[in-house]
């Protein structure tokens, strides 16, 4: 399986060695954004002309823009779901690990070798073995954990797959750190309380948003909360003290109901740029968010920047950018828990109109699953993409998937037929583009397709 992959994944590299100038197109987020970062490294090494554009999402506008030149085209993180509308490119190949429409040549995808693209490889990971066979380095295979953590595939707790032997070989080249521990964001930036306070993706209990009860919390485990008059983070203590903190919050929140499945998930791997100094960019989760931030408040450049290893003015730019993303979610979070969610008989929904963003609606309505507790049906949050469009996600968890569950299919068959609605993507998350005079009719064959046999849960 891997073989043919990678065969694959040789026939495109021989492409772009014969190539005088490659545009690369990506998509804007963590995972599409360090697969850019990775094949902007290898192709200045290799001392080629080329250009690297992000994307929002590659909708049909964009390809009709994208054919203009007569450059070699590299499509990193989508064009598989879009493949169809590529025919007209004269000169391009794919890397994409979403759903495809259909095989061809110059088309490296897992799923045609039955390889699952939603779990075992990400996009960032396809662009490192792509960059592997160019320049033969491992240098940048901490960069793929970054994108396929931000792309969840870590979501059971670790990663598994190529995933598995691409952070095999970044530990091996001294750029990884994979180490059993809690999975809260912000053990390697926040200070102790706010990792706490902070906390959206899970709530907790008595603790999220209630910085004093946090300070409490840890006062009475007996940890220092300040180190030479600096706050500690998660990182900063010691092992004995790590076990006495993850004791007592497994406790506080079983006291506080919250069910097994939810508590086991709290831990997990993690994953450590050892190479990077203690804050934002040392956790692979931490990273990918910053990445998210950029490309999602319409800045991909300065993430694409600090992706390929800027660590200068484009990283404060980056740094400002998140504590906005983190702003947004919160205030997200905040209506829609004030709001409330609707109960259908297969699905949650949401519809957030103009009030989030819809660049965030999709983050938004996984954090809901965590704050609601949510767990036997999918959610589908709607919010405005222009004023002809609606940007649809989907999320479920991979409990669900084990039942036939796959979002990403569901979408595809909806949107082909709805007149100008596309739609893809994978198991547990999944997005279309549909007319806003078309939800009703969209979200009746959801309904349908939900109740399915083949797609119950």
Not at 11 to 38: M, N, P, T, W
Not at 337 to 348: A, D, S, V
Not at 356 to 380: F, H, Q, R
Not at 441 to 449: P, V
């Amino acid at each position: 399986m891997h073989t043919e992959l990678f065969s694959e994944i040789s026939k495109i590299a021989k492409s772009i060695k014969k190539e005088k100038r490659i545009l690369v197109v990506s998509h804007y987020d963590a995972d599409g954004l360090s697969a850019a970062g990775i094949i902007f490294n290898t192709l200045e090494a290799l001392g080629k002309d080329f250009e690297v554009k992000i994307v929002k999402q590659l909708y049909a506008e964009e390809i009709e823009e994208i054919k203009a030149d007569d450059s070699f085209k590299l499509f990193l993180d989508f064009g598989s779901g879009q493949y169809p509308m590529l025919r007209g490119i004269k000169k391009f190949a794919v890397l994409d690990h979403h759903l495809p429409a259909q095989n061809s040549e110059r088309h490296a995808n897992p799923w045609f070798f039955n390889i699952d693209g939603s779990t075992e490889i990400s996009g960032s990971g396809l662009a490192f073995f792509l960059s592997r066979k160019l320049v033969a380095e491992d240098s940048l295979a901490a960069n793929a954990i970054v994108g396929a953590v931000g792309d969840m595939q870590d979501s059971q707790g670790k990663l598994i797959g190529l995933n598995r032997e691409i952070a095999k070989i970044a530990v091996n080249a001294n750029s990884l750190a994979i180490e059993k521990d809690i999975r809260l964001y912000g053990r390697a930036s926040r200070a102790l309380p706010y990792m706490l306070c902070y906390s959206t993706e899970p709530i907790l209990p008595g603790l999220t948003a209630n910085p004093e009860a946090c300070i409490r919390f840890i006062e009475e485990q007996g940890i220092e909360l300040k180190e030479n008059g600096r706050w500690r983070c998660y990182l900063d203590l010691t092992k004995e003290e790590k076990q006495r903190f993850v004791s007592a919050l497994m406790m506080h929140l079983s006291s506080r109901g919250i069910p097994e499945w939810k508590l086991q998930k709290l831990i997990g791997e993690v994953y450590s740029l050892v190479k990077e100094e203690k804050g934002p960019l040392y956790d692979a989760r931490e990273f990918a968010t910053l990445l998210n931030a950029c490309g999602r408040h319409g800045k991909p450049e300065i993430a694409l920047a600090v992706a390929s290893g800027d660590r200068g003015n484009n990283y404060k730019k980056a740094l400002n950018l998140l504590s906005l993303h983190r702003k947004e979610l919160r205030e997200a979070i905040e209506f829609m828990l004030e709001k409330g969610i609707e109960e259908r008989k297969n699905f949650y929904f949401f519809n957030a109109g103009s009030n989030i963003n819809d660049s965030i609606v999709g983050i938004v309505a996984g954090m809901l699953y965590s704050a609601l507790l949510l767990s036997n049906k999918p959610i589908i949050a709607v919010a405005k993409n222009s004023d002809e469009f609606l940007k649809v996600s989907a999320r479920a968890t991979k409990e669900q998937t084990m039942f036939g569950l796959h979002l990403g299919k569901i979408m595809q068959r909806i949107c082909s037929s709805i007149d100008n609605a596309e739609g893809g993507g994978h198991d547990v998350a999944a997005g279309a583009k549909i007319p806003a005079e078309k939800l009703d009719e969209f979200l009746a064959k959801l309904e349908e397709e939900l109740g399915n046999s083949d797609n119950k849960h």
